[in-house]
């Protein structure tokens, strides 16, 4: 089963590979990061990111540097390196590669879309965009009244085409809905890229399948924290958990009929991964967000993912690496510039 | 040559800066490229020094000046570039300086801001007037559509560009226009075909000039489109779409008048913005030249002004605060000149107390220094490729000089190839301070940068063709051969010494195919060729077996002569480092080890050249199965080339096998024993001592150095050694491994000095087979038509000539011997030892570029 990963991976995509395997050395290291947490003012942020693989990327910015300049240029790096893998990357790479931005994809059409609803000129939230999510029509998302309108004109000839199947309605978009199709664009979503994962086998299955899993897992947790209070009907939640994960079926029955924080802490405590997430989770004041302590496992099983070779699973980790590392950063640079730096060592380490 | 032969003597000095003076002084440092610095603050963080502050300021300058360049080179206007390197601006100055930057900045910006808003005006209009011209062809196509549109009250053209007139239109037929570039149609009208579901239509045609896109300044294809729809709701749909697609929107008028009319205007308007635009620009170019004629030297003085504080970081201060200390290196032959810079530094700066220096001793190795001139230059860099030797250690660099062009030589020899390659060389050479030369492209740069280095080769390579007899693989005849033909035939011999030999007469002339001179016959050969190889050979059909023969003894012989000096090399630098045991116990049972065997080799193969005559020759016995037999002991009895040749050989074979344990255990068992037993006799303990000063010293430098820089593990490695705790395992280990290294390396070394032969040979047979390929046959042509073909063929010959034996063969024998250097030099530089440690260079890091 493994022999023609070994054998062949490299003709066709040895060179990206060890692109990216090089680019994984450039993310900022340990010591970095306390150089960066020294840091008084954000000019002295931009010359110690000078020193890194960043290089002088804020070199042409005018003055006052802002951390949404920051953010935007750190962006800009990334949409070009991937930009480079994706137009150098064969099939199936490059449906690997589309299957990774049509997650920014969705995010950007229900940015837009909410802009939609509250007016906003398009260009305004056209800045806030993440640029790996960029598409042409993606301009002409307002004019769609209903989601099923929004595919017909719109996307049906973006990737994000098929997972339209299950969110095809009539309804009128208002914020609500709008809230529900992105939860269900996202486990249609999920749930295709996991297919497709699996159906690759390999090494890529062994090393994508978890990580997916994982993603859908905490989509669910996160669905359900947020349901917390809302007018949402349990029925309904039930259909906005992706399938995919290790939560599927019971756990996700189960969580369908959580209604609290701790309810749903009993539902982790069946599963031994899970588990321990929880419990790291500090209560109230000080300890760390759920939030975090998911972003710290996904960081630890992305820095894993590096340890095997010959498959696709590098790319998706090392995006979502120096996704974290950006969201370190603009971390960082908000505590500076905000002058709060007591919790600026909350950043998620990169190990 | 002194300073070629071992790196400059260096000495640590200690620069006391008067805070006020400092950056004068390094200013004047940096001009004369003195000294190397040492950073004394590793430890704090790049934001954290003392100038960080002012190096900002230096990078502001560095965008603005880029800026400025940029500009200037949008503009075409040529770049002034002086030759001179002006010295770092005074500080005064510098405010004056950015000052005067940023509000050339300021300006700069403003009038570029004007024209582009300018040049989108004028390209919008342009793009209108072309829109208006094209759809005019539409609405011809469709005359039936005529009336309906004077229903329609005419528009208002208050502001050519607002495409939102468009929606105050009551009627429900509106038509919506613009351009849109080439690669978007498509997707365009699908996605308004979905989206209105076919209540509009659309037109479009292409527009036969690209246009420059107003927001990228693109030079693309346009297409003009004409969309016309039904109701209000689509109307809005169609202009979401449009403002999707980027496509540029223009009033559509309804009537030919206002057609008319709007043309007029816009041409009119064009007309205007052009004037505008060519005085903008005129004075944005005028501006720019002004900034043109500094901007080459601001742009050295800013890049100066940066080292500076970049080596003002790395200095420490003082404790009152007063004064800055920094670490140098510094050559000691250059440390009056150090001293004048520092003065002068004060001087300028008109300091009361003047800035002083202070040799301090230390016990760290300083970095390498070799002094070259353009001539060594070459050399030296090609022996720096292999690694910089350490401090005081002797340099192969100033040996390269004659054995790297004639390794090479050997392997291209050729009289013709060599001379071409040595006029391409001369050329360079006599016009090298041509400007474009120096500035010229990649590829010639790397000629221009080893012009030297092709001089000698060429030489050489004359040389070696000379003794090769060879000139385009043919054979020149200067002295007449050593062969006689015509002794060959039976006449000029007595009668009685005919019956011995086989002598030539008419029938074996005419039916024998090949004929065989016999040196055996008096008269036939009359003694060697005064120089290299005699012509005759040329026309024999074994010239290859004995060119073979000869090449791969010579090359044999070549190999091992260099090995050997190689060593002996090392025994310098073991007399320098004072480190005698080295010599007894490694090198001089390496030189054993090789002379034993294949120094007997040689002398095996020039016994057979002097003993073995032409009558001799066919008893002599084979040099190949002699020395297979020094190894196997044959118990039948073989006769050898000499006398007691089997006893000669035994005793070497012991020597051999008695120079490998000690060059396994020596140097290991004798360190051991300096360790345990320092209460010995006298000699060797002042030895000792001396020895154990300069590996100290080794240690405190290899700790000291950043930790980036070299390879981690020998400086453990070294460490160790020195460490109080002795590690004899260590050692052992490296020594082993080093004669492992170094035994095979004899046996594999030699066998890879035969590339000498086979690259010889190489070149050899690929010119003879142009020659055979183009040259004969051009040759062959009878007399009217030949001159005509010659020429072609000539040329051809040429161009081939050059760009496989000259290029191709050329790199391809320049890399060998840069290989067979290697193991020169690393024979040379005693094993491992800080061969491949990288010290930095003291150099002008002050100065730009």
């Given at each position: 089963?493994?022999?023609?990963?070994?054998?062949?991976?490299?003709?066709?995509?040895?060179?990206?590979?060890?692109?990216?395997?090089?680019?994984?050395?450039?993310?900022?290291?340990?010591?970095?990061?306390?150089?960066?947490?020294?840091?008084?003012?954000?000019?002295?942020?931009k010359?110690?990111?000078?020193?890194?693989?960043?290089?002088?990327?804020?070199?042409?910015?005018?003055?006052?540097?802002?951390?949404?300049?920051?953010?935007?240029?750190?962006?800009?790096?990334?949409?070009?390196?991937?930009?480079?893998?994706?137009?150098?990357?064969?099939?199936?790479?490059?449906?690997?590669?589309?299957?990774?931005?049509?997650?920014?994809m969705?995010?950007?059409?229900?940015?837009?879309?909410?802009?939609?609803?509250?007016?906003?000129?398009?260009?305004?939230?056209?800045?806030?965009?993440?640029?790996?999510?960029?598409?042409?029509?993606?301009?002409?998302?307002?004019?769609?009244?209903?989601?099923?309108?929004?595919?017909?004109?719109?996307?049906?000839?973006?990737?994000?085409?098929?997972?339209?199947?299950?969110?095809?309605?009539?309804?009128?978009?208002?914020?609500l809905?709008?809230?529900?199709?992105?939860?269900?664009?996202y486990?249609?979503?999920?749930?295709?890229?996991?297919?497709?994962?699996?159906?690759?086998?390999?090494?890529?299955?062994?090393i994508?399948?978890?990580?997916?899993?994982?993603?859908?897992?905490r989509?669910?947790?996160?669905?359900?924290?947020?349901?917390?209070?809302?007018?949402?009907?349990?029925?309904?939640?039930?259909?906005?958990?992706?399938?995919?994960?290790?939560?599927?079926?019971e756990?996700?029955?189960?969580?369908?009929?959580a209604?609290?924080?701790?309810?749903?802490?009993?539902?982790?405590?069946?599963?031994?991964?899970?588990?321990?997430?929880?419990?790291?989770?500090?209560?109230?004041?000080?300890?760390?967000?759920?939030?975090?302590?998911?972003?710290?496992?996904?960081?630890?099983?992305?820095?894993?993912?590096?340890?095997?070779?010959?498959?696709?699973?590098?790319?998706?980790?090392?995006?979502?690496?120096?996704?974290?590392?950006?969201?370190n950063?603009?971390?960082?640079?908000?505590?500076?510039?905000?002058?709060?730096?007591?919790?600026?060592?909350?950043?998620?380490?990169?190990? | 040559?002194?300073?070629?032969?071992?790196?400059?003597?260096?000495?640590?000095a200690?620069?006391?800066?008067?805070?006020?003076?400092a950056?004068?002084?390094?200013?004047?440092?940096?001009?004369?490229?003195?000294?190397?610095?040492?950073?004394?603050?590793?430890?704090?963080?790049?934001?954290?020094?003392?100038?960080?502050?002012?190096?900002?300021?230096?990078?502001?300058?560095?965008?603005?000046?880029?800026?400025?360049?940029?500009?200037?080179?949008?503009?075409?206007?040529p770049?002034?570039?002086?030759?001179?390197?002006?010295?770092?601006?005074?500080?005064?100055?510098?405010?004056?300086?950015?000052?005067?930057?940023?509000?050339?900045?300021?300006?700069?910006?403003?009038?570029?801001?004007?024209?582009?808003?300018?040049?989108?005006?004028?390209?919008?209009?342009?793009?209108?007037?072309?829109?208006?011209?094209?759809?005019?062809?539409?609405?011809?196509?469709?005359?039936?559509?005529?009336?309906?549109?004077?229903?329609?009250?005419?528009?208002?053209?208050?502001?050519?560009?607002?495409?939102?007139?468009?929606?105050?239109?009551?009627?429900?037929?509106?038509?919506?226009?613009?351009?849109?570039?080439?690669g978007?149609?498509?997707?365009?009208?699908?996605?308004?075909?979905?989206?209105?579901?076919?209540?509009?239509?659309?037109?479009?045609?292409?527009?036969?000039?690209?246009?420059?896109?107003?927001?990228?300044?693109?030079?693309?294809?346009?297409?003009?489109?004409?969309?016309?729809?039904?109701?209000?709701?689509?109307?809005?749909?169609?202009?979401?779409?449009?403002?999707?697609?980027?496509?540029?929107?223009?009033?559509?008028?309804?009537?030919?008048?206002?057609?008319?009319?709007?043309?007029?205007?816009?041409?009119?308007?064009?007309?205007?913005?052009?004037?505008?635009?060519?005085?903008?620009?005129?004075?944005?170019?005028?501006?720019?030249?002004?900034?043109?004629?500094?901007?080459?030297?601001?742009?050295?003085?800013?890049?100066?002004?940066?080292?500076?504080y970049?080596?003002?970081?790395?200095?420490?201060?003082?404790?009152?605060?007063?004064?800055?200390?920094?670490?140098?290196?510094?050559?000691?032959?250059?440390?009056?000149?150090?001293?004048?810079?520092?003065?002068?530094?004060?001087?300028?700066?008109?300091?009361?107390?003047?800035?002083?220096?202070?040799?301090?001793?230390?016990?760290?190795?300083?970095?390498?220094?070799?002094?070259?001139?353009?001539?060594?230059?070459?050399?030296?860099?090609?022996?720096?490729?292999?690694?910089?030797?350490?401090?005081?250690?002797?340099?192969?660099?100033?040996?390269?000089?004659?054995?790297?062009?004639?390794?090479?030589?050997?392997?291209?020899?050729?009289?013709?190839?060599?001379?071409?390659?040595?006029?391409?060389?001369?050329?360079?050479?006599?016009?090298?301070?041509?400007?474009?030369?120096?500035?010229?492209?990649?590829?010639?740069r790397?000629?221009?940068?080893?012009?030297?280095?092709l001089?000698?080769?060429?030489?050489?390579?004359?040389?070696?063709?000379?003794?090769?007899?060879?000139?385009?693989?043919?054979?020149?005849?200067?002295?007449?051969?050593?062969?006689?033909?015509?002794?060959?035939?039976?006449?000029?011999?007595?009668?009685?010494?005919?019956?011995?030999?086989?002598?030539?007469?008419?029938?074996?002339?005419?039916?024998?195919?090949?004929?065989?001179?016999?040196?055996?016959?008096?008269?036939?050969?009359?003694?060697?060729?005064?120089?290299?190889?005699?012509?005759?050979?040329?026309?024999?059909?074994?010239?290859?077996?004995?060119?073979?023969?000869?090449?791969?003894?010579?090359?044999?012989?070549?190999?091992?002569?260099h090995?050997?000096?190689?060593?002996?090399?090392?025994?310098?630098?073991?007399?320098?480092?004072?480190?005698?045991f080295?010599?007894?116990?490694?090198?001089?049972?390496?030189?054993?080890?090789?002379?034993c065997?294949?120094?007997?080799?040689?002398?095996?193969?020039?016994?057979?050249?002097?003993?073995?005559?032409?009558?001799?020759?066919?008893?002599?016995?084979?040099?190949?199965?002699?020395?297979?037999?020094?190894?196997?002991?044959?118990t039948?009895?073989?006769?050898?080339?000499?006398?007691?040749?089997?006893?000669?050989?035994?005793?070497?074979?012991v020597?051999?096998?008695?120079?490998?344990?000690?060059?396994?255990?020596?140097?290991?068992?004798?360190?051991?024993?300096?360790?345990?037993?320092?209460?010995?006799?006298?000699?060797?303990?002042?030895?000792?001592?001396?020895?154990?000063?300069?590996?100290?010293?080794?240690?405190?430098?290899?700790?000291?150095?950043?930790?980036?820089?070299?390879?981690?593990?020998?400086?453990?490695?070294?460490?160790?050694?020195?460490?109080?705790?002795?590690?004899?395992?260590?050692?052992?280990?490296?020594?082993?491994?080093?004669?492992?290294?170094?035994?095979?390396?004899?046996?594999?070394?030699?066998?890879?000095?035969?590339?000498?032969?086979?690259?010889?040979?190489?070149?050899?047979?690929?010119?003879?087979?142009?020659?055979?390929?183009?040259?004969?046959?051009?040759?062959?042509v009878?007399?009217?038509?030949?001159?005509?073909?010659?020429?072609?063929?000539?040329?051809?010959?040429?161009?081939?000539?050059?760009?496989?034996?000259?290029?191709?063969e050329?790199?391809?024998?320049?890399?060998?011997?840069?290989?067979?250097?290697w193991?020169?030099?690393?024979?040379?530089?005693?094993?491992?030892?800080?061969?491949?440690?990288?010290?930095?260079?003291?150099?002008?890091?002050?100065?730009?570029?």
């Amino acid at each position: 089963m493994l022999e023609g990963a070994e054998l062949y991976f490299n003709v066709d995509h040895g060179y990206l590979e060890g692109l990216v395997r090089g680019c994984k050395a450039g993310l900022l290291t340990e010591r970095d990061y306390v150089n960066l947490v020294q840091c008084e003012t954000l000019e002295d942020l931009k010359i110690h990111l000078q020193t890194t693989d960043y290089g002088n990327f804020l070199a042409n910015q005018t003055n006052p540097l802002t951390v949404s300049k920051i953010d935007t240029e750190m962006r800009k790096k990334l949409c070009s390196e991937f930009e480079y893998f994706r137009n150098h990357s064969l099939e199936p790479l490059s449906t690997f590669f589309t299957y990774m931005t049509c997650s920014y994809m969705i995010d950007n059409v229900i940015l837009l879309m909410n802009g939609a609803l509250q007016k906003k000129s398009v260009k305004e939230i056209l800045v806030k965009c993440h640029p790996l999510g960029r598409f042409t029509e993606m301009e002409a998302v307002n004019i769609a009244e209903t989601p099923s309108d929004l595919f017909n004109a719109v996307l049906i000839e973006t990737p994000l085409a098929p997972f339209f199947q299950d969110c095809m309605s009539e309804n009128i978009l208002d914020e609500l809905n709008i809230e529900l199709l992105r939860n269900k664009l996202y486990k249609s979503y999920l749930e295709a890229f996991y297919k497709f994962c699996k159906n690759h086998g390999d090494v890529t299955a062994e090393i994508m399948c978890p990580i997916l899993e994982f993603e859908a897992d905490r989509r669910a947790f996160i669905i359900t924290l947020n349901s917390f209070g809302t007018e949402l009907s349990k029925e309904e939640r039930e259909t906005l958990f992706p399938t995919c994960g290790k939560l599927h079926p019971e756990g996700l029955r189960l969580l369908a009929q959580a209604e609290d924080f701790e309810q749903m802490k009993r539902v982790a405590e069946h599963y031994g991964v899970y588990k321990p997430l929880f419990e790291a989770v500090g209560d109230g004041s000080g300890g760390k967000t759920l939030e975090d302590v998911f972003y710290e496992h996904e960081v630890q099983m992305n820095v894993l993912a590096f340890n095997r070779q010959f498959h696709y699973g590098v790319f998706y980790a090392y995006t979502k690496l120096k996704e974290q590392e950006m969201r370190n950063i603009v971390w960082i640079a908000e505590c500076i510039s905000q002058r709060h730096r007591t919790k600026i060592n909350n950043y998620i380490p990169i190990l | 040559m002194g300073s070629l032969f071992r790196s400059e003597t260096m000495c640590l000095a200690q620069l006391f800066l008067q805070s006020g003076t400092a950056y004068e002084c390094l200013s004047a440092l940096g001009e004369k490229g003195l000294v190397q610095f040492r950073d004394l603050n590793q430890n704090v963080s790049s934001f954290q020094r003392k100038f960080v502050g002012e190096v900002k300021r230096c990078e502001e300058l560095e965008r603005i000046l880029a800026y400025l360049v940029q500009e200037i080179t949008r503009a075409d206007i040529p770049l002034p570039e002086g030759d001179a390197s002006p010295p770092a601006p005074p500080l005064k100055q510098v405010l004056e300086m950015q000052e005067q930057l940023q509000k050339l900045e300021v300006e700069l910006r403003e009038v570029t801001k004007n024209k582009e808003k300018l040049r989108k005006n004028l390209l919008e209009l342009i793009e209108y007037t072309h829109m208006l011209r094209v759809t005019r062809t539409f609405v011809k196509r469709n005359v039936e559509f005529e009336p309906t549109y004077e229903e329609f009250p005419a528009l208002e053209n208050d502001s050519l560009l607002d495409y939102s007139s468009m929606q105050r239109l009551g009627a429900k037929l509106g038509f919506v226009s613009g351009l849109i570039s080439q690669g978007k149609v498509e997707a365009f009208e699908k996605m308004l075909w979905r989206v209105c579901k076919g209540y509009t239509i659309l037109t479009y045609a292409e527009l036969d000039e690209p246009l420059e896109d107003p927001e990228t300044g693109e030079v693309i294809k346009w297409y003009v489109f004409l969309i016309s729809f039904w109701g209000e709701q689509i109307g809005y749909k169609v202009k979401k779409i449009c403002d999707c697609y980027h496509c540029h929107i223009y009033p559509y008028p309804n009537t030919a008048e206002e057609r008319r009319e709007i043309q007029e205007g816009l041409n009119t308007r064009i007309q205007d913005l052009y004037t505008v635009l060519h005085k903008t620009e005129d004075y944005l170019r005028q501006v720019l030249c002004k900034a043109a004629e500094s901007v080459y030297s601001r742009v050295i003085q800013v890049k100066k002004m940066k080292a500076i504080y970049h080596m003002l970081n790395m200095c420490s201060f003082d404790v009152t605060n007063k004064c800055l200390i920094a670490e140098v290196w510094c050559p000691e032959a250059d440390l009056h000149a150090l001293r004048c810079a520092l003065e002068e530094g004060s001087r300028e700066s008109g300091a009361t107390i003047p800035s002083f220096m202070n040799i301090i001793p230390t016990k760290e190795t300083p970095p390498t220094l070799i002094r070259t001139n353009k001539f060594t230059e070459g050399f030296q860099n090609i022996v720096d490729a292999y690694g910089v030797g350490s401090y005081r250690e002797v340099n192969p660099a100033l040996f390269t000089i004659v054995t790297f062009p004639f390794l090479f030589a050997v392997m291209f020899g050729d009289f013709g190839h060599g001379f071409v390659m040595f006029l391409f060389a001369l050329l360079l050479v006599l016009n090298e301070n041509h400007p474009r030369l120096s500035q010229s492209q990649e590829i010639m740069r790397m000629f221009f940068n080893g012009r030297y280095i092709l001089l000698l080769m060429g030489l050489f390579s004359v040389y070696t063709g000379l003794i090769y007899n060879d000139c385009f693989s043919k054979s020149v005849n200067l002295f007449g051969s050593g062969w006689n033909v015509s002794a060959m035939y039976g006449a000029a011999h007595a009668p009685s010494e005919r019956k011995k030999m086989v002598l030539w007469n008419d029938s074996v002339v005419r039916h024998n195919r090949v004929l065989q001179l016999d040196p055996s016959i008096p008269g036939v050969f009359r003694g060697p060729y005064p120089l290299g190889i005699d012509p005759i050979w040329n026309l024999a059909t074994n010239r290859l077996t004995f060119l073979n023969s000869f090449k791969m003894k010579m090359s044999v012989i070549l190999g091992i002569i260099h090995m050997t000096f190689g060593v002996i090399l090392g025994i310098f630098n073991h007399l320098h480092f004072r480190k005698k045991f080295n010599i007894y116990l490694v090198s001089i049972p390496e030189l054993l080890f090789m002379l034993c065997i294949f120094g007997h080799l040689i002398f095996m193969i020039v016994y057979k050249w002097l003993l073995y005559s032409a009558e001799t020759s066919r008893v002599a016995p084979s040099i190949l199965i002699e020395f297979i037999n020094m190894f196997l002991f044959p118990t039948s009895e073989t006769n050898g080339l000499y006398p007691g040749q089997e006893h000669v050989q035994r005793l070497l074979l012991v020597v051999t096998a008695l120079s490998v344990p000690v060059l396994f255990l020596g140097k290991p068992l004798f360190l051991l024993w300096l360790h345990n037993g320092r209460s010995c006799f006298g000699v060797s303990r002042s030895g000792y001592t001396l020895v154990r000063k300069d590996s100290e010293e080794e240690v405190s430098l290899l700790g000291s150095q950043d930790i980036e820089e070299g390879n981690h593990q020998m400086e453990d490695g070294c460490r160790e050694v020195t460490c109080e705790e002795f590690n004899f395992g260590e050692i052992l280990m490296t020594q082993v491994i080093h004669s492992i290294e170094y035994c095979l390396g004899c046996i594999s070394n030699t066998a890879s000095y035969l590339r000498l032969w086979a690259l010889s040979l190489a070149h050899a047979q690929l010119s003879d087979v142009l020659w055979a390929m183009l040259m004969r046959v051009g040759l062959r042509v009878d007399t009217t038509y030949g001159v005509l073909l010659l020429l072609p063929v000539i040329a051809l010959f040429a161009v081939l000539t050059i760009f496989i034996l000259l290029i191709m063969e050329g790199l391809s024998a320049f890399l060998h011997a840069i290989r067979l250097h290697w193991i020169d030099i690393k024979n040379s530089c005693g094993g491992t030892q800080g061969m491949f440690r990288r010290p930095k260079v003291p150099n002008d890091k002050n100065k730009s570029n």
